[in-house]
């Protein structure tokens, strides 16, 4: 109702284009906007200094994985981290 969703999604760049769009304004996080960020730059940003838990499992986890292979995953592409470690 508020859009509080909305709002988090265009935040963590993860909004869905179209509908979505961002027709003006600033999105800051600590002094950077993060709206004139190439996509490279902003993935670094999301991946070590912020996140987005979503409340419905379903949508956020892949049921075919378990959920260690997930995190994993985002340490792998996030952190540079090797399975191993």
């Known amino acids: ?10 935040v963590m760049g993860i909004l869905d284009v179209p509908p979505g769009r961002i027709t003006s304004g600033e999105i800051l996080f600590e002094g ?7 996509e490279e730059e902003r993935r ?17 986890l892949n049921p075919v994985l378990t959920v260690g292979a997930q995190l994993a ?7 540079g981290m090797s399975r191993k470690d």
């Not at 109702?1 to 265009?10: E, R």
């Not at 950077?32 to 190439?38: C, P, Q, T, Y």
Request: charged share 25%; proline share 0%; aromatic share 4%.
């Open 44 to 60: 670094k940003v999301r991946g070590a200094e912020m996140a987005m838990i979503f409340q419905d499992a379903l949508s956020s």
């Open 73 to 79: 995953e985002m340490f792998t592409v996030h952190r």
């Open 1 to 10: 109702g508020s859009g509080k969703s909305v709002t988090a999604q265009t």
């Open 32 to 38: 950077r906007d993060l709206l004139k960020l190439k």
